[in-house]
């Protein structure tokens, strides 16, 4: 009976199974995978495709608030606001107090921003057609289904 010689354990072999096995690792590589593909096929718009996810959620909120948005772009408030600054510099969103709570601040698409997501959207349509060709999106929507309950293990 043969029996198959195990590599001797090192650094090198315990590292190579964590990059291979880790979720964390594995899905912020995947993130950055596909963003740098949709960044790609929507060069041309002089937006990145996370700064065309953020201008979608804010024209879809109903509760305009940037704790709102915050929350639903899964975003802290620091990291939202810094990606918001540029948005605001090119006059594509507004961000104002809001009138009945000055420590809420509540922020819209102005119209030129407005312009560019409805410009922005045929060509990201395009570019989530070629990525269906190559993952599926079923695969990648149940992903994100099934990690939502990571949300409420680490309370």
Not at 24 to 32: I, V
Not at 101 to 128: C, F, K, S
Request: glycine fraction near 4%; include cysteine.
């Amino acid at each position: 009976m043969s029996m198959m010689k195990q590599p001797k354990k090192t650094l090198r072999t315990d590292a190579l199974a964590l990059v291979e096995s880790c979720p964390g690792w594995n899905s912020r590589l995947t993130a950055r995978r596909i963003t740098s593909f949709l960044d790609h096929e929507m060069a041309g718009l002089g937006l990145t495709s996370a700064q065309v996810g953020l201008m979608a959620q804010i024209a879809s909120l109903a509760d305009d608030t940037l704790g709102a948005l915050a929350q639903r772009s899964g975003l802290e408030q620091s990291t939202l606001s810094r990606n918001l600054r540029t948005l605001e510099r090119w006059q594509l969103i507004e961000i104002t107090m809001v009138e009945t709570d000055l420590r809420r601040r509540a922020v819209w698409l102005t119209e030129t921003g407005a312009r560019r997501l409805e410009a922005a959207i045929p060509i990201w349509r395009e570019a989530q057609a070629k990525l269906a060709q190559l993952l599926s999106p079923d695969s990648v929507q149940q992903l994100a289904r099934h990690t939502e309950t990571l949300r409420s293990a680490k309370d």
